[in-house]
């Protein structure tokens, strides 16, 4: 979990399946919530796009969850 622009983004690799070498990709954008909690607004995965490396699928997670913060989701106080 990484800290951007007042929200938390993170990152997941899914396997297609258990034979198959390729990875979807997912991530998920968190902000705090009251009482130190954290609360996830958006979560995404796509499937119609596959990966061979598990590492890439996690970074390209990473950089969508930036975009996601940066065009879709108001910008933050700190």
């Given at each position: ?15 297609v399946?258990p ?60």
């Amino acid at each position: 979990m990484q800290s951007y622009k007042g929200y938390f983004i993170t990152s997941s690799a899914m396997p297609v399946h258990p034979f198959s070498p390729d990875w979807y990709i997912g991530g998920s954008v968190l902000v705090p919530g009251p009482s130190s909690s954290i609360v996830e607004i958006t979560r995404f995965q796509l499937h119609q796009f596959t990966v061979s490396m598990k590492e890439l699928a996690e970074w390209f997670g990473l950089e969508v969850a930036r975009l996601v913060v940066d065009e879709c989701l108001a910008q933050r106080e700190n």
